[in-house]
């Protein structure tokens, strides 16, 4: 490699390094989106100065690549990120094992490359057909339910250890190549067995996982070529997937083996059975009124504000309460919505100054001296039973405590579940009223019918 390539991978991997620290804060989060973006690109100019007898090839990839990401990045909604994230991971892990596999073939390496390469292409083709089972599962091509059968983990163990196994071969006998079809293809079948028995509900937690497993095909991937970069960038992808889907499970009480072994999702139909029950409803002018009245707000927003993309109409009714002395906090729980900082990302457009945007341990102490919670499209990220029921599916897993606020309003649809499935007691309480009608459309009434202040 020219010694200029090599500096210019240094300063891109810096830049990668930059870019995550400064994605971190929402604040500085625009900067780590550029700072990634100039470090991808500096790295591919370094790869072309590197390899300038075929060039061609790059800038032909690079055109075929870019012809089909940014037109989904533009068509696909904010709500459907998670699987696009599914998808990307899809074709990054599939480019890392085909680039495996070439290598292999043309040179059949020995030693420390070959186990390099054993990881890579393992990694990778499990990763791709993982991947877009995932992306399937949350596009609901796929049955989102968990499919199982008798003896399904060791059926998937022995699978795993004969790929395995096989790769410990190809180490040791790289001249084996009528192997290597049999390992790609148990890795292929490994990645969409590993899937299946896992709830759509848990899909988000594997895509994180799904994300560091490419990223660590990635970085073998840098080992077997001798590309710095690469190692950098996919211990990178890797360890931060990784920290990513550690975070979730905490948010959500689960446990890592639970979320891949523990078919979560597959009892929540029989919760559904709910009976009939007393709630309390109101209409928009109602809800203008009691808001008027407080003197302290908090907004809960959830996954309903994301669909029904009000969060230009909620910048609007802080805004109409602060101009009249009230005190608007947002209160930000770590799952909310269907991808990490989903709440973060969407409140952020509406430009929501991000000193009112609360984390959940620091403001579930304020919910017992505000007068009222408002939630707008958020379930169970707000569901009692989480605290209080031993049985409930969501048990254990930290929520804003919601219940104690002096009063509650909820904007939804209807008296319908959230994504766990499950009937959430906050609806029933006295204190609470329902809002029934899209968050979008409900705020704009609640806006229409707080009077207009003059001055
Ligand atoms: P949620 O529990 O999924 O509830 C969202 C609510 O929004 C629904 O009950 C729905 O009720 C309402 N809604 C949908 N469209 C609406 C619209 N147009 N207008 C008004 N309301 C609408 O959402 P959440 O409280 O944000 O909780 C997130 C869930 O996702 C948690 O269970 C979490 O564990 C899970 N999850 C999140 C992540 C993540 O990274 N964020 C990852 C994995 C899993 P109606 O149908 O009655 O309107």
Redesign the pocket.
């Known amino acids: 490699m020219n010694s200029f390539t090599n500096y210019v991978y240094i300063l891109s991997g810096a830049l990668f390094i930059l870019s995550l620290k400064w994605m971190n804060t929402p604040v500085t989060a625009r900067r780590g989106v550029k700072a990634g973006e100039l470090g991808m690109v500096l790295a591919i100019a370094g790869t072309l100065l590197n390899h300038h007898n075929h060039w061609e090839w790059i800038l032909g990839a690079f055109l075929i690549g870019s012809a089909v990401g940014v037109p989904i990045a533009y068509l696909m909604p904010m709500t459907a990120v998670p699987q696009r994230t599914a998808l990307s991971h899809a074709c990054g892990a599939l480019a890392a094992a085909v680039v495996g596999t070439a290598e292999y073939y043309q040179r059949q390496p020995h030693g420390f490359v070959m186990v390099a390469l054993v990881l890579e292409t393992l990694l990778g083709y499990l990763t791709f057909t993982g991947s877009l089972m995932a992306m399937g599962k949350l596009q609901e091509v796929l049955p989102q339910r968990p499919l199982t059968y008798r003896n399904q983990n060791l059926i998937n163990f022995l699978l795993f250890a004969v790929a395995a196994g096989i790769g410990v071969r190809l180490i040791f006998v790289p001249s084996d190549t009528f192997l290597f079809p049999i390992f790609a293809g148990l890795a292929l079948v490994f990645g969409v067995l590993l899937i299946i028995p896992i709830g759509g509900?848990d899909m988000?937690?594997v895509i994180a996982l799904l994300n560091s497993y490419a990223g660590l095909s990635a970085c073998a991937m840098g080992f077997a070529l001798d590309n710095h970069l690469l190692v950098i960038a996919g211990a990178l992808d890797g360890s931060s997937g990784l920290i990513l889907s550690i975070i979730?499970c905490k948010a959500?009480n689960r446990s890592f083996t639970n979320v891949l072994f523990g078919a979560f999702g597959q009892v929540q139909a029989a919760a559904l059975a709910h009976e009939q029950r007393h709630y309390r409803s109101a209409s928009a002018e109602e809800a203008a009124s009691i808001l008027e009245a407080a003197s302290s707000v908090i907004v809960v927003p959830?996954?309903?504000l994301a669909?029904?993309q009000a969060q230009h109409k909620i910048r609007e009714l802080s805004d109409s309460l602060a101009a009249r002395g009230i005190d608007v906090k947002f209160a930000i729980h770590p799952?909310?919505?269907?991808?990490?900082g989903?709440m973060n990302v969407l409140l952020a457009e509406a430009e929501i100054p991000y000193d009112k945007l609360v984390e959940m341990d620091e403001i579930n102490g304020e919910f017992a001296q505000c007068d009222v919670a408002l939630v707008i499209?958020?379930?169970?990220?707000?569901n009692p039973a989480a605290r209080t029921d031993k049985s409930s599916p969501i048990f254990g897993m930290p929520i804003l405590d919601v219940d104690r606020a002096r009063s509650v309003m909820v904007?939804?649809?209807?008296m319908?579940?959230?994504?766990?499935g499950i009937d959430n007691e906050l609806y029933y309480m006295d204190k609470t009223l329902m809002l029934f009608g899209?968050?979008k459309a409900f705020v704009a009434e609640i806006l229409k019918d707080l009077p207009i202040r003059v001055g």
Request: hydrophobic share 40%; no cysteine.
């Open positions: 509900a988000p937690t979730m959500m959830g996954y309903g669909v029904a799952v909310a919505g269907r991808m990490p989903h499209g958020a379930n169970d990220v707000t904007i939804k649809r209807s319908n579940p959230g994504f766990a899209d968050a």
